[in-house]
């Protein structure tokens, strides 16, 4: 039977989604589950959780809960990583902190002075990761959901790259599933490809039947005014092909929007709707700590996360495709091959097969290179412990640079530097000039 570890099994709705799939499934029913948390109260919650999907389903795990990280990854085959460091005050922190500065975000947790400072808080714990997974469980694959995804991946990559580790984020599907009902064709019956980096992919064919579906797409944005007030909407009439991340998320990945008065309200941007999510998830995480059994609607195998599709082809051999976020080896041909991307893969027996891409369409690429140098320089920050990095990335950084002075961003860098203490690596906390 296979181990499978969750590291950050406190994130209990998302564990439970996983764990309702991983175990649905006859093959990985009997599967070693491994919960790790370094919070006992959220460790004590998912423990319970796992203990009443298993009863519904009529599995027979094995369920181990742990607050040791190596003794949990000891022996493991899988690795499924979604900790967030600093939890919901460093979100919060993220967030109020620019805005101060007269900085708007969205989401914050993948580039923007969020992203940047979201991601070198959790460098620190990826290395822990890393050094024990290569002293306890070398040949495990990582699957990381945990965001700022590119970055994250990234850092692993340039410390441990001997490790299998692959980002996993559901993004693709949902945006796909999403066009296909707004122009009233099944998901089963369409083909699509996608290439980009995570959270700013494009969706680079879409067909049905070998006709392309875009041509539906364009008459159903010419005939509805309130579709046009999306950000991606926007962004696809522009550039030629459809982002894969929400409005929310594509809105602080570009200069283009966030500093205009006139377009957050043209194009209903929820300027700090990551802070109602987090609450919303604090929220949630109460009501399941609280309960007295798993609610019967809590249960609905959703079949649409990647990680329980990439253990199930692994484990039994079954081909799969997925999308993952890899390193770019030669993937797609005109973004760095410094930075991880995000391409479709197939899955099986023999492990994960990201599939390269070519060259993206000119002006996605050139969107792409913008949030690529922002990666480049918060994972070489990390790596150097370069406290100057950390300002460069958010002097690249599209929405920052179009909103703030570089003196502005210095300061802000500094006062976020102090704000999140030692959560941060120690060289990156000393002050610098300009």
Not at 360 to 384: D, Q, W
Not at 402 to 419: H, K, Q
Request: with cysteine; hydrophobic share 45%; glycine share 8%.
């Amino acid at each position: 039977m296979p181990s499978i570890v969750f590291l950050g099994a406190g994130s209990v709705v998302f564990t439970r989604d996983l764990l309702t799939d991983i175990l649905s499934t006859a093959e990985l029913a009997d599967a070693r589950i491994v919960l790790y948390d370094i919070d006992a109260d959220r460790l004590a919650t998912a423990c319970r959780v796992a203990g009443w999907i298993a009863e519904a389903l009529g599995a027979k795990p094995t369920i181990v809960a742990t607050d040791d990280r190596r003794t949990a990854l000891a022996g493991a085959d899988f690795v499924i990583n979604s900790i967030q460091v600093g939890m919901h005050a460093a979100t919060v922190r993220d967030f109020e902190i620019p805005a101060g500065y007269g900085l708007r975000q969205t989401i914050a947790d993948t580039i923007g002075v969020g992203g940047i400072f979201r991601g070198l808080r959790t460098f620190p714990v990826l290395d822990g990761i890393a050094r024990d997974m290569l002293a306890v469980c070398p040949d495990a694959w990582l699957l990381n959901y945990t965001n700022p995804m590119a970055m994250n991946v990234g850092y692993l990559h340039a410390v441990a790259p001997e490790l299998k580790t692959v980002g996993l984020c559901h993004s693709v599907y949902w945006t796909v599933r999403g066009l296909c009902e707004l122009v009233d064709v099944p998901y089963e019956e369409v083909e699509y490809r996608t290439a980009g980096m995570n959270h700013q992919a494009w969706l680079l064919s879409w067909q049905r039947d070998g006709t392309d579906l875009y041509p539906l797409l364009d008459r159903r944005i010419a005939a509805d005014g309130q579709l046009r007030r999306r950000v991606r909407v926007d962004m696809y009439r522009r550039l030629g092909f459809y982002p894969t991340e929400t409005s929310e998320h594509s809105a602080e990945y570009v200069p283009w929007y966030l500093h205009h008065d006139g377009e957050v309200d043209r194009l209903r941007i929820p300027v700090g709707d990551y802070l109602r999510i987090s609450a919303d998830n604090l929220a949630e995480y109460q009501h399941i700590r609280q309960a007295a059994a798993l609610p019967a609607d809590a249960l609905e195998r959703d079949g649409t996360e990647y990680a329980p599709q990439l253990v199930h082809g692994i484990v039994t051999g079954t081909p799969r495709r997925i999308v993952v976020n890899v390193p770019n080896a030669g993937l797609i041909d005109n973004l760095p091959g410094t930075v991880a991307v995000e391409v479709p893969a197939t899955v099986d027996a023999t492990g994960v097969h990201p599939e390269p891409a070519g060259s993206l369409p000119i002006a996605c690429a050139a969107v792409n290179r913008s949030y690529a140098s922002v990666v480049e320089l918060t994972v070489a920050a990390g790596l150097t412990g370069d406290p100057r990095l950390v300002r460069q990335a958010a002097l690249a950084d599209p929405n920052t640079a179009a909103t703030l002075t570089p003196d502005e961003i210095w300061l802000l860098c500094g006062e976020l530097t102090a704000a999140h203490g030692d959560l941060l690596p120690p060289p990156l906390r000393a002050r610098v000039s300009p």
